[in-house]
Structure formats: C-alpha cells, structure tokens
C-alpha cells in the first residue's frame, strides 16, 4: 500500500522509488503482483503519463484511510497520543461554507498543522462514502443512514427586503400579498422555489412569478437590499443584513418549523483523530452562533 501511494503521489515509478528507498524495477514488480492479486488494473501506463483507474482511485483512497488507521493504533497501543494528520475531506452549501465553515477551517488548520483540508462547496446533496467525504454540512430533516450526526443549529426560510421597499409597499400582513409585488428569486435551492407558510396551523403553499431570477443566494439578497423587492433565503443567510438593518423578515408570524443543521460524519468504523478533532471543534463554535438559532429567535 505504502509503495503505491508513493508512485501515485510521486506520479512516476522512479520518483516513487525514491521515496520508498526502492530501485525503480523493485517498485515495478510489487506493483505488478499487487494488480495480480486483486486481478484489475489500479494503474494506467503509457510512455509519457502515469494515472490511476477508476478501480485504482478507490483502492488508493481506501490504502491512505488504512494507513492512517494503523498509524492510530500503533500510537494508541504504545501509549501515546493520537495527532489529527493526513486530509480532511469536507463539504456544505455554498453560502454557508463560506460564511461558516471557512473561518473555522482556517482556525482549525493552524491548530493542526499535520491536516490538509479539500472543502468542497456545492449546493448538491454529496455522498459521503462514494466521493470519499470525511464530514458533511446538512441542511433539513435527514434520513436514516449509518452516518453519525451532530445538531449544531437550526434554521427556517424568511422572507425578507429592505426596510426602505416595506415603507413604500407597506407592511405585508399576509402570506398571499408577496404575489402582488416585485420578487427575486435564487434558483441556487430547491427549499426556496415554494414558498411555504403556515396559518393556524394550516399549510399555505404559494408559488410567486420571480420578475428576477438569479443563479445564486447571494445575489438574491443583495438585490432586496437594494430594495428592489421582495426574497425569499435560509434565515442564516440573511442574518448579518438584518443585524445590521439592511434587511427586515417579514411573515414572521406564518413561518414553518425550524430545519436542523447537522454535521455528519461516517461512524461505521473507526473514527480517525482528524475528523473527530474538526468535528468537535466546529461543533463548539457552531453551537455559540447566533445566526444559527433561528427556532430560538421564534
């Protein structure tokens, strides 16, 4: 396994060598009896590049896990203490990565200067286990799975513009009046496109005609607090803006249930020193956030 990874890293048989303190035919050969033994190609070869197959990426990506699991054990049986090392996969929604997840990232790796960290920010549901993710960002009820979770928040869609756009429109005392004015909506999440509310405790489901329609949250929200209308995001995303009076949520009275946020992690095997590490401590920090307690803020 070590002399693979090296030869992937190295992206050359004799730089892999090298590394491993191996001559370049010794290297060759364990690599032959290696794709022998598991009867499929884990390296495709030509006479000017060296890359990994489809069957090879997994079983590299399932070597360096191994690796660092053994590592872990051989410190824990000798006594010492587990160092949080190797890289960290992770991934969450784009908006909240970047708001959240960024700053904590850096914090985390100048504690840990043994971890690399590959955030992945998309707003897609990733599966942890086929693109070899180590920790996840959630939004929303989750199903069953073997995945651990971890509730750090919770969350609801507001609708919201800026102050100076309710003064001339007024403020709306039900749900149904969004329909009358000017909205921009993001087609970045598939929770906003359905305006939802809820009415002595009836579900009104309304469907606004977005006169702009953007690609991202982002600009959804700088557009009504440029007051150009009406928007509908995830509470976190407004949060500074309306802290700070650029924005005011209206319908707080027709809001639904709050949505949890979770950090999510694979608990079916041994949980490795970095992953519980940066679990834990953006656990702690998310928990203290403000602007992720909507259900508190009623």
């Not at 890293?9 to 060759?28: H, I, K, L, N, Q």
């Amino acid at each position: 396994m070590k002399v693979l990874l090296a030869v992937v890293d190295a992206e050359s048989f004799a730089a892999g060598a090298r590394v491993v303190g191996m001559s370049p035919p010794s290297v060759t050969r364990v690599i032959a009896g290696l794709e022998a033994r598991l009867g499929t190609l884990l390296l495709a070869r030509s006479t000017r590049s060296l890359r990994l197959t489809e069957a090879g990426r997994r079983y590299a990506q399932d070597c360096r896990r191994i690796l660092l699991e053994l590592e872990e054990a051989e410190e824990l049986a000798a006594g010492g203490t587990l160092r949080a090392r190797g890289n960290l996969t992770v991934t969450a929604p784009v908006m909240f990565g970047e708001s959240f997840l960024m700053p904590l990232i850096t914090e985390y790796l100048d504690r840990h200067p043994q971890v690399t960290v590959n955030a992945v920010l998309v707003d897609r549901l990733v599966n942890l286990v086929e693109e070899g993710v180590d920790v996840a960002v959630r939004i929303g009820t989750l199903p069953d799975s073997s995945l651990q979770a971890v509730q750090v928040g919770s969350i609801r869609p507001v609708v919201c513009a800026a102050p100076g756009f309710l003064a001339r429109v007024g403020r709306l005392t039900q749900p149904e009046e969004v329909l009358a004015l000017p909205v921009v909506m993001s087609s970045a999440s598939d929770l906003l496109t359905a305006w939802h509310f809820q009415r002595q405790g009836q579900a009104v489901v309304l469907h606004p005609q977005p006169r702009l329609l953007v690609s991202s949250n982002q600009a959804a929200i700088n557009a009504a607090r440029l007051g150009w209308g009406l928007t509908r995001v995830l509470s976190y995303q407004a949060a500074q803006w309306v802290q700070k009076g650029e924005l005011e949520v209206v319908l707080q009275a027709f809001q639904t249930p709050a949505l949890p946020v979770n950090i999510l992690y694979q608990a079916d095997r041994q949980v490795l020193a970095k992953v519980r590490t940066f679990v834990d401590h953006c656990a702690s920090r998310l928990l203290a956030d403000s602007a992720l307690h909507a259900a508190a803020q009623g």
